[in-house]
């Protein structure tokens, strides 16, 4: 291990090249030792959320309100820094990136789930704004990576326009490539094969939750993206553990 001076004039330790054969995962981790820069690092988190108006059929919107803004005193709690952005399937962004703490909370007035399910034009929009919002603050010089979470109780119901779930996959499997930016799908059991349509859409298995369609089963996934999110915001290196390992189970029942 060598160091040279970065574009911030600052010491960087510079990893040997890994040997040929060398564990994936070790690679990763030597990224996330070596790829440490001067300055706090923060995670930027975006939740799409579905408001489709299966989620007011089946009675599940209070605990989806109750499980999404949960979540975000969790955040607001956690040792590291993260910064939140929420959006909509069909409704759009709620407010810009904003601590956990000032983010808005799901109320009845600003989620009505009585939409349709645009999954992939949605999704694409999403991502978008997400890599977007990384890309400034990675040439600002921030210490930053992000997470985003695709949560849906449905398959995709309204004409893609933006190249469906190809375009997706693409996009989402320049995230990862990045070693910065995870995404995470979390869909609630139903006659959908979840696994399949995130696969298709590009999202590792390790990364995929289904829950059951009921207020446990989503407090649990709720709770397991909390517990998966705040462990990764404490460090660099520590979400770099978490791109390798994928969603962490929860700590409460």
Known sequence: MTTERNDRGVDAAV?????????PGMQLMEVAKAELIAGDFTLLVGFLVDDSNSISTYGNA????GGYNGMLEDFAQAQG???FWGMRLNEGELAPFAPPSSAPRLNGANYRPFYGTPLYDASIDF???????LGQRQRRGENVAAMSVIFTDGENTIEALKGGAPAVKEKVTTMFGSKRHIVMGMGVQGAVDFY??????????????VVQRSEAGLQRGFQT???????SAESFEQFTQTSITGVRPPTQP
Not at 15 to 23: F, I, K, N, V
Not at 62 to 65: D, K, L, T
Not at 225 to 231: L, W
């Open 15 to 23: 990893p040997a090249t890994p040997h040929e054969g060398s564990q």
């Open 62 to 65: 209070p605990s989806i309100i």
């Open 81 to 83: 820094s993260i910064e």
């Open 127 to 133: 991502l978008q704004r997400m890599e977007q919002e």
């Open 196 to 209: 399949l349509i995130f696969r298709e859409m590009g999202i590792p298995e390790r990364f995929i939750q």
């Open 225 to 231: 993206t909390s517990d998966t999110t705040v462990f």
